[in-house]
């Protein structure tokens, strides 16, 4: 069973940065694909940013393009989603996801297999 757990979510002025951390405290896949989405309140989950096992290559919604990073620790069993000029519109609850048997990363968050509980960033304007 793999069990995600994001950490690292607050209240933050809009410029400031943010790291959000993805730990795997359950069965451990290196070689499933694993993403980010967010959901601002009223809104559909929305994609943010994906990591492929294959070519270790990742990939970014255009809204969040060139501020957030997207890296993974497989030792450590950690994802983790590096958040810079933060926005307003980057409110949202975050969440994690893994894709069993996946290698590729997904922007449909129905082709994720496991998902965290997820954690609150808030960004003030």
């Known amino acids: 069973q793999v069990q995600l757990v994001e950490s690292g979510g607050g209240l933050m002025q809009a410029g400031a940065s943010l790291r959000l951390s993805c730990a795997n405290s359950?069965?451990?896949?290196?070689?499933?694909?694993m993403g980010w989405f967010r959901q601002a309140p009223g809104k559909e989950r929305e994609f943010v940013a994906g990591?492929?096992?294959?070519?270790?290559?990742?990939y970014y919604a255009d809204s969040v393009k060139g501020r957030f990073t997207i890296s993974r620790d497989n030792a450590k069993k950690t994802l983790y989603l590096q958040m810079n000029s933060l926005k307003a519109e980057d409110t949202a609850v975050y969440y994690c996801a893994l894709r069993w048997g996946g290698y590729y990363y997904s922007r449909k968050a129905d082709e994720y297999t496991y998902w965290g509980q997820g954690t609150q960033v808030t960004v003030s304007s």
């Open positions: 359950g069965r451990t896949c290196s070689t499933c694909a």
């Open positions: 990591h492929s096992v294959i070519g270790d290559s990742t």
